[in-house]
């Protein structure tokens, strides 16, 4: 057997573990820990915001980090990986503000919050769906790699931006949060779980990428 075959076995193995870990992360977030002071049962829906703005801020990076080797190799396979990480940025970016905004209703009463972090992680998210307009502007693959790198590294300073927002100005987003042992672990386990998620989805839809351009061109 070649080294593709163990590759892929690796891969739909690291699928498998990433479900496992998030179904045991749900199980204890939403099952095992205790409700909290004022908020009560409410909080858990943390358990699914903080992995999913740690993977939206961690996509665009990888887009960033694809987009820099794109731009030093004309590799067109950095412009696959670059692409495929802006996708799944933006549905993690998605989920990250619908979760802040169920979580936001729940602890302050309001059904969307001018909070500089919401508003500076919805810009970031609304400059990587220009990514994906502006990719399909073109058709002809070179040039629309190179314009989408130039953009996903312009557009990477929003990432930063939302990421150190509630410690520019005031927010209602907390600079440190207080954990339970019991959050702590369901907090880790549901990261990692959502890392090796994205890491597989990554890795297969850089693989449609190929496929699509293969047949197209």
């Keep these: 057997m070649d080294s593709s075959y163990y590759y892929h076995m690796f891969m739909r193995n690291l699928l498998i573990l990433s479900w496992v870990l998030v179904a045991a992360g749900m199980y ?15 909080y858990r829906i943390f358990f699914f915001h903080l992995p999913a703005s740690i993977l939206a801020f961690l996509s665009f990076t990888v887009t960033a980090a694809a987009s820099i080797m794109y731009l030093r190799k004309r590799d067109i396979k950095w412009d696959d990986i670059a692409v495929s990480s802006v996708k799944l940025g933006f549905v993690f970016g998605a989920l990250a503000l619908l979760t802040g905004w169920v979580f936001s209703y729940a602890a302050w009463g309001t059904k969307w ?15 990587y769906i220009g990514y994906i307009i502006l990719r399909n502007s073109t058709d002809e693959p070179q040039r629309r790699a190179r314009q989408c790198a130039v953009y996903g590294l312009v557009g990477y300073a929003t990432v930063p931006l939302a990421y150190l927002s ?41 693989k449609l990428e190929k496929i699509s351009r293969s047949m197209t061109s």
């Design 113 to 127: 919050s001018w909070d500089p972090k919401v508003m500076a992680t919805f810009v970031m998210w609304f400059v």
């Design 166 to 206: 509630s410690r520019l100005v005031y927010s209602l987003h907390p600079e440190s949060i207080g954990l339970t042992p019991h959050m702590q672990i369901t907090a880790f386990i549901m990261v990692a779980g959502f890392v090796l998620l994205y890491s597989y989805l990554l890795w297969f839809n850089a």
């Design 28 to 42: 204890i977030g939403l099952v095992v820990t205790p409700p909290v002071d004022v908020l009560g049962d409410s």
